[in-house]
């Protein structure tokens, strides 16, 4: 079932121009060959699903190195306020609406916005958007979804239980994004020790906990492996409210995982030529940040 399933979706190359560049390395690109991906795909879109409160927002932040309420939101080709935190379900939120950060201008986000099991309606538009948009105009395309389960909920399986993935997405792959990890540390350690446990208990626990963590998070794994069309790769990711140098791994960690997913070639090379730009752009964002301080610090800020 599963093989047919995918045989249907054999994805392939847009063209086959773009197509004869599709196994070639990042080092072997011409500016003209990183020109034609982009001028057919134009950016890197992606579709982060999950329900209210799964940390949605805080990765794509995190994923731009952009402060909190940084994004831009364009709904038919016009810029609207940004849904405030905890009010994505009140309608103020269309899974259309495309976010971009100006950090990481190469990627475009969709978010589902959180809906809770049940929620029919609210299914049905992501299921119609998934359909839509998994094929047709290449730069109009999904290219990844990232369906973000709270690993600090105590049920997180259970917005999926309406049969979300009985369907499959066509040739976008779906990466099973475990948030929360921290979350679940503290619900395990609670469990294991009670509400106020001595600083020593915590220390002598920690390996304890973590393995209780690491159980529970394999148990989902499996649920989710079970479902008629399982997720393609799964990543676990926690603290990413905090901008940390684990935080900033986790998120090439999941871009690197992301490529892998990824259907052909040129996508991989699409993603790659994405995140290089990303970095280069921190890179310099960074140094002129650096220039800025020292101007500062002696004297020279009007001059610069
Ligand atoms: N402890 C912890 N908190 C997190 C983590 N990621 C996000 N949060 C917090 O969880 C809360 C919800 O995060 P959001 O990113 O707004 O969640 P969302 O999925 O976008 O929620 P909706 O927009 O309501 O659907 C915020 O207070 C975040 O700071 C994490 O890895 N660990
Ligand atoms: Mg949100």
Redesign the pocket.
Known sequence: MLRSIRHRFKPQEVSRELGALAGKDMEELTSDDILAIRGVYKRFRVLVL??????????LERLSDSPAGAATVTRDGRRIPE?P??Y??RGAHRITDEITYASNPGFVFH?S??FEAGADDEIKAVWNFIRKRSSGSPSEQLHAIWL?IPA?NSRPFGFLHSGFFSKPTGSVPVIGVF?????RETIELVNLLGADPSPSDIFQSHSRVQQRTTNFIEELQTQFQRLPVPPTAFIR?????KNTEESTAACTQLLQITTDALPTGTLKLLLRITVRNKLRRVKTTTMLQRVLKEAEVQGLSQAV
Not at 237 to 241: A, V
Request: glycine share 24%.
């Open positions: 999950g329900p209210a409160n799964a940390g949605k927002t805080t990765l849904v935190r905890g994505s379900q978010d916005g959180g973000c600090d948030t929360k990890l921290d979350g990711l926690g603290n990413m409210h």
